[in-house]
Nanobody, 119 residues
Framework: QVQLVESGGGLVQAGGSLRLSCAASGRVLSDFIMGWYRQAPGKQRELVARIRSGGTTTYADSVKGRFTISRDNPKNTMYLQMNSLKPEDTAVYYC?????????????WGQGTQVTVSS
């Protein structure tokens, strides 16, 4: 069973940058489709970025061109580089596996990391 620990969030002004990390243990990340999710107050959880075992990536339209998902296989760690941040990016960010059969996230949610963007 995979364990996931998110870190790197914080408070930043609009236009600034943050780099989130997702450290995994118990399984090898490169064997899975992985994603970054976010949930803002009063809103549903949203998948913002995905990376497949072969390294291909996809992004939600709201973050495309600003966010970059990547993976460091020797460190078994996934990252989300967030540039040109906007107030609407404010949310708790989570990483998780994505089922290749259902496209739903796994049950092993971490604690998340808070990102707050001020105007």
């Amino acid at each position: 069973q995979v364990q996931l620990v998110e870190s790197g969030g914080g408070l930043v002004q609009a236009g600034g940058s943050l780099r989130l990390s997702c450290a995994a243990s118990g399984r090898v990340l490169s064997d899975f489709i992985m994603g970054w999710y976010r949930q803002a107050p009063g809103k549903q959880r949203e998948l913002v970025a995905r990376i497949r075992s072969g390294g291909t990536t996809t992004y939600a339209d709201s973050v495309k061109g600003r966010f970059t998902i990547s993976r460091d296989n020797p460190k078994n760690t996934m990252y989300l580089q967030m540039n040109s941040l906007k107030p609407e990016d404010t949310a708790v960010y989570y990483c998780n596996t994505i089922s290749p059969l259902t496209e739903r996230p796994g049950q092993a949610w971490g604690q998340g990391t808070q990102v707050t963007v001020s105007s």
